[in-house]
């Protein structure tokens, strides 16, 4: 059911069959339980496993008493919603292959499983590569893992999304 589902939703997109084999992304399922985590950067309410929240919780209270601010920008995004993400780049003029570039195809974002974080600080644009080149970056890339968390898209890796500096999936839980 799920597949079918999202390969309607690939159909009615204009993703061809053999995303997975082409972007080298594995399928994402959605979980069973996800817990409040509270309202991101923009005043959203978002969601995440309740083993992703609390290691969120607790690498956020660290990097603060380190002075570094980490900021929520995106957590948990269903299948449809990340559909609805890429119609409306889509209805804007965009090219199906400059969207998928930066966003996976529905069933395929680790934004699917509320393990995922997109994380931002004051210092720097959201969902910008200059996010990099910030304190907080830094101390994602030395501490991040000691809380479960990997940053997923790093520069020349093998899969077709572009480099994410601000992207990090809770890995422990699975």
């Not at 084999?21 to 005043?43: C, H, N, T, W, Y």
């Not at 699917?112 to 720097?124: E, K, M, Y």
């Amino acid at each position: 059911m799920y597949n079918a589902r999202i390969a309607m939703l690939h159909a009615d997109l204009g993703i061809a069959a053999g995303y997975a084999q082409r972007s080298g992304l594995p399928l994402q399922i959605e979980p069973e339980e996800l817990v409040d985590a509270g309202k991101d950067m923009f005043g959203r309410d978002q969601k995440l496993t309740p083993l992703a929240l609390a290691a969120w919780q607790k690498m956020q209270l660290a990097a603060a008493d380190q002075g570094v601010t980490l900021l929520l920008v995106s957590a948990f995004r269903s299948v449809d919603y990340q559909a609805q993400l890429i119609r409306k780049k889509l209805d804007a003029g965009r090219t199906l292959e400059d969207i998928m570039q930066f966003n996976a195809a529905p069933g395929f974002s680790e934004h699917h499983t509320g393990r995922a974080v997109d994380i931002a600080c004051p210092d720097a644009e959201p969902l910008q590569e200059e996010f990099e080149k910030t304190i907080a970056f830094n101390w994602l890339k030395v501490n991040a893992k000691d809380f479960g968390f990997v940053m997923s898209y790093p520069r020349d890796h093998r899969h077709a999304i572009s480099y994410e500096p601000w992207h990090w999936c809770f890995q422990l839980d699975q």
